[in-house]
């Protein structure tokens, strides 16, 4: 099993930062990829970022250049720098950790970008 608690969400003008994490507990050495997703009100949730047990990373093309998905192996915890936030970015933001057979989800976050 892996417990993941994410932390970091809030109200946000456009253009301003936030930085969100997600701490990972339990078998993490059973952990190959890491990422976040969003839902939007009304949307289907989608993938914002995801990083791999080596580095690797992807991004949305809405958020390539904006977001930066990085961990940190001693804390056992990935980041998502969002910079230049847009309100359509307003979404509940959950963290993800995939091993071979199984997905797991943190409880998700609410970020709302909003002047």
């Known amino acids: 099993q892996v417990q993941l608690v994410e932390s970091g969400g809030g109200l946000v003008q456009p253009g301003g930062s936030l930085r969100l994490s997600c701490a990972a507990s339990?078998?993490?050495?059973?952990?190959?990829?890491r990422g976040w997703y969003r839902r939007a009100a009304g949307k289907q949730r989608e993938l914002v970022a995801g990083i791999t047990s080596g580095g690797t990373t992807n991004y949305a093309d809405s958020v390539k250049g904006r977001f930066t998905i990085s961990r940190d192996n001693a804390k056992n915890t990935v980041y998502l720098q969002m910079n230049s936030l847009k309100p359509e970015d307003t979404a509940v933001y959950y963290c993800?950790?995939?091993?071979?057979?199984?997905?797991?989800w943190g409880q998700g976050t609410q970020v709302t970008v909003s002047s």
């Open positions: 339990g078998s993490i050495y059973r952990i190959n990829v």
């Open positions: 993800n950790a995939d091993t071979v057979v199984q997905s797991y």
